[in-house]
């Protein structure tokens, strides 16, 4: 189970808070050391923060104090959240350098976002340098296939896949790409270019092959691969741009989080708790378990306000990232696309004469033969 935000937080600073009376600044030791050999002990009915009775701090360093509160509280909150905001950082890039999420697996990454234990991340391959390149990869594999295969004929015809490439590299970067018209008109494209490669005695005016091309669902000419494509594409390109959007948005909220706006009241219980034992010469007293908690819980409140939607983002993302790594699986969809389209070709190929004749004979007065 999910630990809320505010709860996450004060286990993490009062861990730290403890140490505190271990690691003080030694600054403050010597202030501290130094009230207690030149001042006399005396009433505190000086002090603003610190319990009224016999103490050895005067109002100047109890200000001085209570600024060091402040201090080391905004630290440590910065501090606590440090790994949290750069894993955001680092995650939204390389979803764009790393080859796979196992470096950086789930638990790990959800362990900062909730300071808690949880199910791993799926090991996908789906990290935005490394998705860039895939689609590179993916390019240049087709572009030698063809070139190898086609020679000539492929590279007149090229611009045809190098624009399928940069629509879907577009839209993955945030372009407004509507993913199924862009691969509707890419086997319209295609089927056009074909088609008159294939009937290369004929001279096609362009109402002739734009008509083709509206014939596309019906004729079928490349099988049953476009239709199978497009599912594979479209539901793998949505929930990977989706995820790396989510990290986005995860790296905005926790860079927010982490600048606390420390209110008076809570600079006081912080001073109170800290330091204010050294003032009555103390210094090895340290603060139960419950009082640290409470005094957290009133300087972390608004964060605890995060908690619920927190938990509903922590829950979608890994909602995203576990569909990535089974039939959403965006390596799985891109490594063979250059396969899958030759194949396609090659059913046009082999179809090629019953393709044509199913062509409305209403169109034949527009073919003109040479």
Same mark, same amino acid.
């Given at each position: 189970?999910? &630990? ?19 690691? &003080? ?15 006399? &002990?005396? $009433? ?29 509280? $905004? ?105 199924? $018209? ?57 929930? *990977? ?27 006081? *219980? ?54 990535? =790594? ?7 969809? &891109? $490594?063979?696309? =250059? ?32």
């Amino acid at each position: 189970p999910f &630990i809320d935000m505010e709860l996450a937080y004060v286990h993490i600073l009062c861990n730290f808070t403890m140490l505190r009376f271990n690691h &003080i600044s030694q600054s403050m030791k010597i202030v501290i050391q130094r009230s207690q050999t030149h001042l006399r &002990i005396k $009433e505190s009915e000086h002090l603003r923060v610190c319990p009224q009775g016999y103490t050895c701090c005067t109002s100047e360093m109890e200000d001085k104090l209570h600024q060091q509160s402040k201090l080391e509280f $905004e630290n440590l909150v910065k501090n606590s959240s440090h790994n949290m905001r750069t894993t955001f950082v680092s995650r939204h890039k390389k979803f764009d350098g790393i080859r796979t999420l196992d470096t950086v697996n789930i638990s790990t990454l959800t362990q900062l976002f909730v300071f808690s234990t949880l199910p791993p991340f799926p090991k996908s391959s789906i990290h935005l340098e490394f998705f860039l390149e895939l689609l590179d990869n993916s390019e240049k594999s087709l572009n030698s296939m063809f070139t190898r295969t086609y020679g000539k004929l492929y590279m007149q015809n090229s611009e045809v896949f190098q624009d399928l490439f940069t629509e879907l590299k577009r839209y993955y970067t945030g372009g407004n790409v509507n993913l199924e $018209e862009m691969l509707n008109d890419f086997w319209s494209r295609l089927l056009e270019r074909m088609f008159q490669l294939l009937n290369s005695q004929y001279h096609f005016t362009d109402d002739y092959l734009e008509c083709v091309s509206k014939y596309t669902d019906q004729l079928k000419p490349f099988g049953d691969v476009p239709r199978k494509l497009k599912a594979q594409v479209t539901r793998a390109f949505i929930a *990977a741009r989706t995820f790396v959007q989510g990290l986005m948005v995860g790296r905005e909220v926790a860079n927010r989080v982490a600048k606390v706006n420390v209110l008076p009241a809570c600079v006081r *219980a912080l001073t109170k708790m800290l330091y204010c034992p050294y003032c009555r010469g103390m210094p090895g007293l340290k603060p139960c378990h419950n009082y640290c908690h409470n005094v957290m819980r009133g300087c972390l409140a608004n964060q605890a306000d995060l908690d619920a939607e927190w938990n509903l983002f922590i829950d979608a993302m890994l909602l995203v990232a576990d569909r990535l =790594d089974g039939p959403f699986n965006i390596e799985a969809v &891109i $490594e063979p696309v =250059d396969i899958k389209i030759s194949d396609a070709i090659m059913t046009m190929q082999d179809n090629s004469m019953q393709v044509s004749a199913k062509v409305p004979s209403s169109q034949s007065a527009m073919v003109v033969m040479l």
